[in-house]
C-alpha cells in the first residue's frame, strides 16, 4: 500500500516562500509520476504541479514561474517549493501518486493521496 506524508505547511506574509516536502512508502519510487493539487475552503480540489518520472515537470498557469516541482529519488520525496506567496494561494496542499504509469491534470487519475498540509498567506 502506498502511503504519502505531506509536511513543510504553515502562515507566511505574501511575497514570502515555503517549500513542502512529500515522503513516499510502499512502492518503488523512481519509476513513478507524482504531483501536487490543492484545495481552497469552498472550491474544487486543483492541480498545481507534476514531476514525471525522468524529471521533466509541467504545472498550472496560476504557478507558473512561482512554484517549482522537484523530486528526490534516492530519499522518496517529491518537494514542491513556493515563491512569490499570494493570498490567493491559500489552501490545503495535496501530494499524489497515481496507480499506474503516467500524471495527470486530473485528480481522478490518482489513486493515493496524502493527508495534506494547509499553507496560508497573509495579506
Known amino acids: 500500500q502506498v502511503q504519502l506524508v505531506e509536511s513543510g505547511g504553515g502562515l507566511v506574509q505574501a511575497g514570502g516562500s515555503l517549500r513542502l516536502s512529500c515522503q513516499a512508502s510502499?512502492?518503488?519510487?523512481?519509476?513513478?509520476?507524482m504531483a501536487w493539487f490543492r484545495q481552497a475552503p469552498g472550491k474544487e480540489r486543483e492541480f498545481v504541479a507534476a514531476?514525471?518520472?525522468?524529471?521533466?515537470?509541467y504545472d498550472a498557469d496560476s504557478v507558473k514561474g512561482r512554484f517549482t516541482i522537484s523530486r528526490d529519488n534516492a530519499k522518496n520525496t517529491v518537494y514542491l517549493q513556493m515563491n512569490g506567496l499570494k493570498p490567493e494561494d491559500t489552501a490545503v496542499y495535496y501530494c499524489?501518486?497515481?496507480?499506474?504509469?503516467?500524471?495527470?491534470?486530473?485528480?481522478?487519475?490518482?489513486?493515493?493521496w496524502g493527508q495534506g498540509t494547509q499553507v496560508t498567506v497573509s495579506s
Open positions: 514531476i514525471r518520472w525522468s524529471g521533466s515537470t
Open positions: 510502499g512502492r518503488t519510487f523512481s519509476g513513478y509520476d
Open positions: 499524489a501518486a497515481p496507480r499506474v504509469w503516467g500524471s495527470s491534470y486530473d485528480a481522478s487519475f490518482y489513486a493515493y
